[in-house]
């Protein structure tokens, strides 16, 4: 079991950046891809960024490629999704997921989630 907690939304402007955390709680978490998520109001919920368990390889929706970096501090047990450039269309519940597959990078099919973050960019 992984529990996930994120945090670091806010409402900035286009153009803006900023940083998202996962904090796990559990001795697993470098065992584990991760993964960011985000569900728009009316939309279905899309992948965003993924990690392999030891930080190794990424992988990115063409949406928010070379845009948005995804990291992880395994000793810290947490994730980060570094997000440059926001534009209005990525405005979104941003949610971090766990893998129980640890060496890949998936884009569905996580087994743990946490509530979300809310991140509103305005134009």
């Known amino acids: 079991q992984v529990h996930l907690v994120e945090s670091g939304g806010g409402l900035v402007q286009a153009g803006a950046s900023l940083t998202l955390s996962c904090a796990a709680a559990?001795?697993?978490?470098?065992?584990?891809?991760m993964g960011w998520c985000r569900q728009a109001p009316g939309k279905e919920r899309e992948f965003v960024a993924s990690?392999?368990?030891?930080?190794?390889?990424?992988a990115y929706a063409n949406s928010v490629k070379g845009r948005f970096t995804v990291s992880r501090d395994n000793v810290k047990n947490t994730m980060y999704l570094q997000m440059n450039s926001l534009k209005p269309e990525d405005t979104a519940l941003y949610s971090c997921?766990?893998?129980?597959?640890?060496?890949?990078?998936?884009?569905?099919?996580?087994?743990?989630w946490g509530q979300g973050t809310q991140v509103t960019v305005s134009s």
């Open positions: 997921a766990a893998h129980n597959v640890p060496l890949a990078t998936p884009t569905q099919g996580y087994d743990y």
């Open positions: 559990g001795r697993t978490f470098s065992t584990h891809s």
């Open positions: 990690i392999n368990s030891n930080g190794g390889k990424t």
